[in-house]
């Protein structure tokens, strides 16, 4: 690494070096100046075929070669000035110390080199190392960064200038030879090529949540060279996110996901531009955001924000590639690409909010939002790298736990899409919350009145004789109260089950109604009320989460 | 009449309480009515109108068509999970 400007060799004739450190009568080939000559090159060859190195490296073969250096013209010594080992400083500490002003060129000997040293922050981490030796691996470290960014995001006029080499057969391209090297894998997959990797690197995909979907999408994409991510999400990372949202870490609870993942997506590939979107996507920022980018992945966990989605990108002509899961099973589609359907052609009407489950009530296994998240990457790159699209006008249904994988053709666009069709009524976002009857969380209204209610604390104050806990059957077996009975929610409301043994002789004994979060506790109080008219039932308010933060901290969460 | 085989995915799976069975259906079946002949089974299924997709052998089903025992219709609600 020369620290100033060393043309001054230049006056030196052949073979100048330094000595070397460990034995001076030896010069270091590190540095030494030599006039190029097809002569020296030959008898060089000769010499190593003949006699070898004695140190089995340039420097015995060359010392060999020019034997009478150590003793020969003492101009042809250079000084040692030009040829530092920062790591003998330790032998003369004083003259390090004394000619540290001086010194032109600093040689980073041995097997560990400064590239294996971690740097942070223009900090070296390292141990036993001296402080001229700290000084100069971090000014390499700092060389190394401009080297770097230079190298990898060549300026306009170095592209202008590596497209117009002559004598050699490159088609130009916006490409580094590096990023060549690092994306040849897929690069050499038939319908990416160079013109596909270029496409991705010149595109800009929106990923809107950072959850179980956007953590493997987003990952795939950073991986595969799409030039910009734009990252959508305002919550922070749960431990309870963990088991399947891959970019977050034990170590990152609390912390904000659009962080978390950017952390790691730069670690997977810093030439990516990664653009931070810390909010809830709504109505009124919507547009703004998405029309910076070329193709959206919707990653959210709920209906009202996918409608949002869908409108945004017909309304500013962007393709969605939006995917969805739940339990064991889930769906991958391609919006709005090419004249084909858009989300709302296919799903005209929202769902019903008191039946559509999230991953919080419903549950989700990770490896399935691995297969959907997945499916979303392989299809954005197929789209931006050779503008094809596997699932448009699809649906591509997986459930990896019975091992069905199908694709179902759906319909094409409705001519009376009100968004996508003809005459479109909608035609900027509208009242999302409104529309779907429920917004991204769940506003629930109480079934109950309060004499229908107990909370936590009158429960446990309470001797209660009958306890129905209406939560799944899988979900009673992780934990559940003393002496209560499992009757699931869905075999209680459709009547499945007797229930007779669970109903007191005495109407005047109260049945205490029991789930997860004091929701489903309560309908199913409505419900048995309706049957059984002349006995006492009430819920338990706030559920098991509330008898957790109430009674009994060492209650299971999940 | 033809036995023909019906997959149930996601809240549909709720409701039946299965993945898939064979159901005899009437020979002519259409959008509405399949629905209506699936939920004497499952009456519950009938919340689930207009909210579904239906695919009869891997393509969405639209007007009527003649099934036959081989036959495979799927019902589709929409996941919005994440
Ligand atoms: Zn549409």
Redesign the interface.
């Given at each position: 690494m020369p620290l100033s400007n060393i043309d001054d060799l230049f006056q030196y004739e052949e073979l100048s070096a330094c000595r070397d450190a460990g034995w001076p009568d030896c010069f270091n080939t590190g540095l030494f100046v030599l006039t190029p000559s097809l002569e020296t090159y030959k008898a060089l060859i000769r010499r190593a075929c003949d006699d070898g190195s004695f140190d089995g490296g340039d420097q015995g073969l060359l010392n060999a070669h020019f034997s009478t250096w150590s003793h020969g013209d003492i101009r042809k010594h250079i000084p040692f000035s030009y040829n530092v080992n920062p790591n003998a400083s330790y032998t003369y500490l004083p003259a390090y110390k004394h000619f540290a002003d001086q010194v032109k060129m600093v040689h980073f000997l041995g097997a560990v080199k400064p590239w294996h040293y971690q740097y942070a922050n223009g900090r070296v981490q390292g141990q036993n190392l001296t402080e001229h030796t700290l000084k100069f691996l971090e000014q390499w470290h700092k060389v190394a960064d401009i080297v770097k960014q230079t190298y990898y995001q060549p300026t306009a006029e170095m592209k202008a200038g590596s497209a117009k080499k002559e004598g050699t057969n490159v088609v130009p391209t916006t490409l580094t030879n590096p990023e060549i090297l690092r994306y040849g894998r897929q690069m050499i997959v038939d319908g990416v090529g160079l013109p596909g990797q270029e496409g991705l690197k010149k595109s800009k995909v929106l990923i809107v949540?950072l959850?179980?979907?956007?953590c493997p999408s987003s990952h795939y994409l950073a991986a595969a060279g799409v030039g910009t991510l734009g990252l959508v999400d305002d919550d922070v990372v749960d431990a309870s996110n963990l088991h399947r949202q891959i970019l977050h870490s034990e170590k990152e609870i609390g912390v904000h996901k659009v962080d978390s993942a950017i952390s790691r997506l730069h670690a997977v590939n810093q030439h990516v531009s990664l653009i931070p979107h810390k909010v809830d996507l709504n109505a009124s920022n919507a547009l703004s955001i998405i029309q910076q980018y070329d193709l959206v992945l919707?990653?959210?966990?709920?209906?009202t924000t996918?409608y949002l989605i869908n409108d945004c990108c017909v309304l500013l002509n962007k393709v969605l590639v939006s995917?969805?899961?739940?339990r064991f099973?889930?769906?991958v589609s391609t919006y709005n690409y090419k004249g084909g359907p858009c989300y709302r052609c296919?799903?005209?009407?929202?769902?019903?909010p008191e039946?559509?489950?999230?991953?919080f009530e419903?549950g989700?296994l990770g490896p399935v939002?691995g297969v959907?998240g997945s499916l979303q990457a392989a299809e954005a790159i197929k789209i931006l790298a050779s503008d094809e699209s596997a699932y448009a006008g699809k649906?591509m249904?997986v459930?990896p736990w019975?091992g069905?994988m199908?694709?179902?053709?759906?319909?094409p666009r409705r001519k009376d899409c009100v968004v996508c069709g003809d005459n479109p009524t909608v035609t900027s976002p509208i009242d999302y919350v409104k529309f779907c009857g429920s917004g991204k969380n769940k506003q629930y209204s109480n079934a109950s009145t309060e004499s229908e209610r107990i909370t936590c604390r009158q429960l446990r104050d309470s001797s209660y004789k009958h306890l129905i806990d209406v939560r799944p059957s899988v979900e009673f077996g992780i934990c559940a109260l003393e002496n209560s009975v499992c009757v699931p929610f869905?075999d209680l409301v459709?009547d499945k089950v007797d229930l007779s043994p669970h109903i007191p002789e005495d109407p005047a004994e109260p049945v205490y109604l029991l789930c997860r979060a004091g929701i489903n506790s309560q309908v199913a109080v409505q419900h048995l009320k309706a049957k059984y008219p002349e006995h006492c039932f009430k819920d338990i308010v706030g559920g098991l989460m509330g008898w957790t933060s109430d009674i009994d901290p060492n209650f299971p969460m999940y | 009449m033809p036995v023909v085989t019906v997959l149930y995915f996601a809240r549909c799976r709720e409701i039946t309480g299965k993945v898939q069975e064979k159901v005899l259906l009437p020979e002519t079946v259409s959008l509405d009515n399949i629905l209506t002949e699936l939920a004497k089974v499952h009456p519950a299924l009938e919340t689930l109108r207009g909210k579904l997709t239906v695919a009869h052998n891997q393509a969405y089903l639209e007007g009527s068509v003649q099934l036959q025992s081989t036959d495979e219709i799927a019902l589709i609600p929409p996941v919005s999970g994440g």
């Open positions: 949540g959850g179980a979907l956007g919707d990653c959210t966990d709920n209906a996918r995917g969805a899961a739940l099973e889930g769906q296919i799903n005209p009407s929202p769902p019903d039946t559509t489950l999230n991953c419903a989700v939002t959907v649906l249904l459930c019975d069905i199908k694709a179902i053709k759906l319909r869905m459709s | -």
